[in-house]
């Protein structure tokens, strides 16, 4: 079921079994529980799956980009992935090991391996520290000497950042330095997988594309794997090697970027792509936006959890959960009639820039 | 109160923007938002009024209904409704009757903006009670309940009546953003402020909110000014697109022939940094630097520091704004044949250069 990780660009000049890839997901479920008195007395005894058997897998170099409207789990997904929520089911593997069994000088080693970098700049960096001290503490915390360590003016080049920042404080940086701070504070411990959430999100448009820019330059030269957690299509669409589509917990399309985007399998990744503004499509040619709202995961639909706002819906989507099935080599999708999606022709976008 | 006299005409001036000049005070000096900003926008347009974080493209959008913050100060300019009414003069009771029954607003976060603590209903109910002026009768109040069904389900939310017993906290964006909408219309105003009123929600739940703006226009005969940093979003829902930087409009146009042509360097790169898909494996195009500090006095051009195209003229003489080829306006030396600028190839028809010291 899992994703093999597979990238016709890179030379595989090794011989024998492939290298397992860096970053891998099996079968991983999140579950929410309500517990306590307060969830008793509110008769809440509904367990939320945020999460709901997710394989994925990313390998060295590459970008996975995660995507889906809020409420599809793909923040809890990137938690999980990083051991900083607690899987219910399933298997976390970096580089090979088992996330979930590491002891505590695995663990110390995985989070320097593997970084994220939060949605919110400014609540994710101390208001009380200057730029140059959440520059050097990630080496204070894992005890790595001064050979090994980057300096705070080259950590600043890195991300674009003039020297004289070092000495200001987070509430004196604009959204796209405390950003940029953000990226170079996950750079410090030459990480070797990078989780990005939202990386742009609430941006100008030139401080967003400047943002992206500065990832793929970081990736191009340092070889860092992203796994970029977006609702922005674009985002992803400009970022990432291959997309994973996600609707209330589970996967629903995965594939290599360009042919999720220019030949959605799934109904919900043609809604999604239908969904973007502007100037890509002709005003025109818009179909109707995809009716209703993402379900409360509380109490999801039966059968396929989309068919409740899926125009190719028919009665056996209500009852029978779709699996993920392989439609082409690398591509997979959940969906019982992707057939008939793929042959209904590309959604309302043109394909000029 | 002051409405027109027959139908009013497509074509009519709604809102009519002159000279506006905007100041905060911030720790002993003024900061001058707005240093002269003049906007037409006539009736049945959907106006995009674009521009980075700080290019006051909010800041016009309050200023136009009185509602700058409390350190702001509208210290220069009119903001004529209608062709009648300044805004900049009408007293305080004037002003509540013409917030919501001429012009009405709605705001990027509803949450903000709805009161938690009351139902749904009954915040619909109190918009319209506070401008039927006095004590509301039961039947009135009948009334009132009956118009806040029909507007939300307008909006589309259909589940009207059970929504009117629900608290903000239990819809979604969404739907937050419907119920602003069907709050923002239960006076029947003219014109429509929309402040960035999809940037916190899904692309699914944006291209919903912009069909429905669109369905509204349409079937009202609204005038909608809508305030965003996002230039896809204007493409997709506006006629004119009016840009602004540092306080200042910069060019403005149709739609269509502003992002065909776009005349002023800023416009070019704000388009230029659209992540698409065709600039897939090349790096995204940027502005260099920040928008400017708007303290103290400009001299030259404000887009000067990060254009590409700077010559001298920009950083010593403020451009005038001028018709260039699809842009109605557009505030740039290179397109004014009677700047300084050395123009390529037309630069025999420009003037010698000398730039008078500012």
Known sequence: ?353 | MASLNGSPAVGDVVLDIEGLVVEYRTRGSAMRVLPGVDLTITRGEVVGLVGESGSGKSTLALAALRLLPANGRIAAGRIVLDGTTDVTSVSREQLRRLRGEKVAMIFQDPLTSLNPTFKIGRQMIDVQRAHCGGRVRFAERKQFQQKATALLREVGLPDADQLMHSYPHQLSGGMRQRVMTAMALSLEPELLIADEPTSALDVTTEAQILGLLRQIKADRDLTILFVTHDLSVVAEICDRVVVMYAGQVMEQGDVADVFERPQHPYTRALLDAVPTRSHRGQPLHTIPGRVPSLIGEFRGCRFASRCSYVQDVCRTEEPRPVASDSSEAVRCHMRDPGSAYEHAGLSTTATPKAVPPA
């Open chain 1, 1 to 353: 079921m899992t994703t093999t990780a597979h990238d016709p660009g890179r030379p595989d000049d090794t011989a024998g079994p492939p290298p397992p890839p860096l970053l891998r997901l099996e079968d991983l479920s999140v579950t929410f529980s309500p517990d306590g008195a307060l969830a008793r007395l509110a008769g809440n005894r509904r367990a939320v799956r945020a999460v709901d058997g997710v394989s994925l897998s990313v390998s060295d170099a590459e970008v996975l980009g995660v995507v889906g409207e809020s409420g599809s789990g793909k923040t809890t997904l990137a938690l999980a992935a990083l051991r900083l929520q607690r899987a219910t089911s399933g298997r976390v593997s970096f580089a090979g090991a088992d996330v979930g069994g590491m002891r505590r000088e695995a663990v110390r080693r995985f989070r320097r391996d593997a970084v994220m970098i939060f949605q919110d700049p400014h609540s994710s960096l101390s208001p009380r520290m200057r730029v140059s001290s959440l520059l050097r503490e990630p080496y204070v915390i894992h005890h790595i000497g001064p050979d090994e360590q980057y300096s705070v003016a080259e950590l600043l080049r890195m991300v674009e950042l003039p020297e004289r920042l070092a000495d200001s404080y987070p509430h004196e940086l604009s959204g796209g330095q405390a950003r940029r701070v953000g990226i170079a504070r996950a750079l410090t411990l030459r990480p070797r997988l990078i989780v990005a959430d939202e990386p742009t999100a609430g941006l100008d448009v030139s401080a967003a594309s400047a943002i992206l820019n500065l990832l793929q330059a970081l990736r191009d030269e340092h070889g860092t794997a992203y796994l970029v957690i977006t609702h922005a299509l674009n985002v992803v669409g400009y970022l990432a090697d291959r997309i994973a589509v996600m609707y209330l917990g589970r996967v629903v399309e995965t594939g290599a970027a360009e042919e999720v985007y220019d030949n959605p399998l799934h109904p919900y990744t043609r809604a999604l792509i239908a969904s973007i503004p502007g100037m890509d499509s002709g005003r025109a040619s818009r179909q109707q936006p995809v009716a209703g709202e993402i379900p409360s995961p509380r109490n999801p639909p039966s059968g396929c959890h989309f068919h409740p706002r899926c125009p190719f819906a028919v009665d056996r989507c209500r009852s029978d959960d779709p699996p993920l099935e392989e439609a082409a080599p690398g591509r997979q999708v959940a969906c019982l009639r992707w057939r008939d999606v793929a042959d209904a022709g590309s959604p309302a976008v043109s394909h000029g820039g």
